[in-house]
Every structure is written in C-alpha cells, then in structure tokens.
C-alpha cells in the first residue's frame, strides 16, 4: 500500500478470519439454499488466486 502523501509503497498484512457455524437454524439453512440457487459459474469460478478475489471485493467490483 502507497503511504499517504509520500508515494512510497509499504508492507500490506491481510488477515482473513473465515468463520463457519457448526449448527444452523432452519431459516439459517434456507437462507443458505436459497443463496447456493442463486449462484452461477461466474460467481464460483476458481482461476483467480486468492489476493486477486480480495484485491477486486475491495475494488468493489465482481
């Protein structure tokens, strides 16, 4: 990451914290149907590394 005013480039640390729940509710599990129905080949698709997906959600773009 640039610093701020200096044009420099510094160390940039990511720390990712994935949470998965052990029990789910039935809405919980319905919500999560729903969102695996919705999902398409672009949503999943898999050649970008893993910096590249953060680097474009941060972007905010897909």
Do not use: F, I, W, Y
């Not at 044009?7 to 994935?18: F, K, Q, T, W």
């Not at 970008?48 to 959600?57: F, G, H, N, Y």
């Amino acid at each position: 990451m640039p610093q701020l005013r200096r044009g420099r480039r510094g160390d940039l640390r990511v720390v990712l914290d994935v949470v998965v729940p052990r029990r789910l509710t039935g809405e919980q599990r319905e919500l999560m149907e729903r969102l695996n129905a919705t999902l398409t080949e672009e949503n999943l698709r898999s050649e970008d590394s893993v910096l590249s997906k953060v680097r474009r959600a941060l972007r905010g773009h897909s």
